[in-house]
């Protein structure tokens, strides 16, 4: 039920949020041509980790970062700030990468909420980290018991107690949406305001001496040795370099084959802490539902929900537009699902909505790698989970730009080539159609009935064809 949505707005709650507390100082544009030992393009979180962790292997290399806008301008300072490992992925893990590399995979990763907020605490940045778990709840009759297979996959690997099986009571306790019955609480995930993640992360890049040129798009990049980053202001040259450009890097021929684009909005209520005592959602625990095209939510410490909606795509996915950034039918929509959830939360006023791209990999999983020229290392296609796992990618990429062969670099996401899409002019329309059913399919569910036999084929297509994307 779609509802009035806010106003588009330049950036996200989050950013103006976090600008709001400290604007931090200015990264110029580059202006003139320079060398360094290693250049970044793209100043998100995969960048930004690369950057930090190349700093603690060696304090003296040489970083430059090239971001197009702001540091966490794009997604990493949009999300949903959902700070999580692995474990809700291990059905597909193991299907991907067998038993062995999908315990190393759960093992690096689940190190990620910990150590960010460690890391937090260590360098003073109040990104508002709270680690209290992440509840998937069903949300309609149709969800009840999705989570087995994941617990069964669990057993199997011997870490069942990562999971907890919640009645529909016990999660009334912890969040009491008249939507939701029966859930899996995973105990270690948290949250983070995640612009406010990604600025202390500018921040404290800067004070290790990494050079960061903001406003900069990167319009030419020459894969030679040196790698040569072209800007409208002067040009990087660089022994090695590193693409965290997210879903831009879509259009880049080495990649193309193994990622396509969707969107992904959020809306922002006002404080409304009475109501959320209320619903008894003050744990400050992560709470999604178990649609494909997911709902994601979680609560401010000054008493707001925040709720997202997965899998939206507007049109072909040709290129990333301005409506990825907004969309005004996405975001009513996600306003109208969050009232369904919470009904009383209906005269709570809905401060800003906004949305972003997200880089969609066959595997659900992202992948990291080098080119073949050896000095042009790359970490994208982390499928709308990214806040913990681009910190393993930074070091992941850290590891490969400095030629480290370690227990980094042998991960199974670095050394399994991703899974490939179809060619155009098959996977744009192919795509689009396949989204499409499966975000009917989950609405048809959520309003109470099953969606007809040719949505639900559609919208399996992808299981069909090996791809960990879409419903089981
Ligand atoms: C609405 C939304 C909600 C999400 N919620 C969650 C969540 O709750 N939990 C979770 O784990 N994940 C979530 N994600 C996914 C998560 O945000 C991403 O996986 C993560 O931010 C990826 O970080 P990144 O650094 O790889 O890419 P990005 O954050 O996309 O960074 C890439 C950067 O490259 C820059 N760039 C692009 N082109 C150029 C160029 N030519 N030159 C220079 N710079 C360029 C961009 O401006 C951008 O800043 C969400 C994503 C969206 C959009």
């Known amino acids: 039920m779609p509802v009035d949505g806010p106003p588009p707005a330049e950036r996200s709650w989050w ?23 290693v250049v970044i393009l793209g100043g998100g979180y995969t960048g930004m980790w690369t950057a930090h962790f190349l700093k603690e292997r060696d304090p003296g290399i040489d970083v430059v970062l090239l971001e197009q806008d702001i540091c966490g301008g794009g997604p990493s300072g949009r999300n949903g700030g959902f700070l999580d490992g692995w474990w809700g992925h291990i059905a597909d893990m193991r299907t991907t990468y067998g038993d062995a590399d999908t315990l190393e995979l759960l093992m690096a990763a689940g190190r990620s909420p910990s150590e960010i907020g460690a890391w937090c605490e260590r360098h003073e940045v109040d990104a508002w980290f709270t680690h209290r778990g992440d509840l998937a709840a069903a949300s309609n009759a149709y969800q009840e018991g999705r989570w087995q297979g994941t617990l069964d996959e669990a057993r199997t690997l011997g870490v069942q107690d990562e999971f907890e099986v919640l009645s529909p009571e016990q999660v009334r306790q912890r969040c009491a949406s008249p939507l939701f019955g029966g859930g899996m609480f995973i105990r270690d995930a948290a949250t983070v305001q995640p612009a406010r993640l990604a600025r202390g992360l500018r921040r404290v890049l800067l004070e290790q001496g990494v050079r960061i040129y903001e406003q900069t798009p990167v319009r030419r990049f020459g894969f030679g040795r040196p790698a040569v980053a072209e800007t409208a202001g002067g040009a990087v040259r660089a022994g090695e370099a590193v693409i965290g450009l997210g879903a831009s890097a879509t259009w880049w021929k080495a990649f193309h084959p193994y990622l396509t684009v969707r969107g992904s909005y959020m809306v922002i209520t006002a404080p409304a802490p009475e109501k959320l005592e209320e619903i ?44 990825y950034a907004y969309e005004e039918g996405f975001v009513r929509k996600t306003a109208g699902d969050l009232l369904r959830m919470f009904p009383s939360f209906r005269d709570v006023p809905i401060e800003a909505g906004w949305g972003g791209p997200i880089n969609v990999a066959g595997f659900n999983l992202p ?101 960990n994307l879409g419903p089981r």
């Open 15 to 37: 950013m103006q949020e976090s600008l709001g507390a400290d604007p931090g100082e200015p990264c110029p544009p580059l202006a003139g041509d320079i060398e360094a030992d």
């Open 367 to 467: 992948f990291f790698g080098t080119l073949p020229s050896g000095n042009v290392h790359y970490g994208l296609g982390y499928t709308g989970n990214g806040v913990g796992p681009s910190h393993l990618g930074g070091k992941i990429l850290a590891a490969l730009a400095t030629h480290a062969d370690d227990g980094f670099t042998r991960l199974a996401v670095v050394t399994r080539e991703p899974k490939r899409f179809p060619p155009e002019p098959i996977r744009s329309p192919g795509v689009l159609i396949v989204n499409e059913a499966i975000r009917r399919k989950d609405d048809r569910e959520d309003a109470g009935g099953r969606a007809d036999p040719i949505t639900r084929f559609v919208a399996r297509i992808p299981r069909r064809l090996g791809y």
């Open 280 to 323: 008894n959602w003050t744990g400050g625990e992560a709470v999604r539902n178990m649609r494909s095209s997911l709902h994601y939510l979680r609560t401010t410490p000054d008493g707001r929900i925040a709720f997202g909606c997965g899998g939206l795509q507007p049109g072909l996915a040709r290129r990333i537009d301005e409506r």
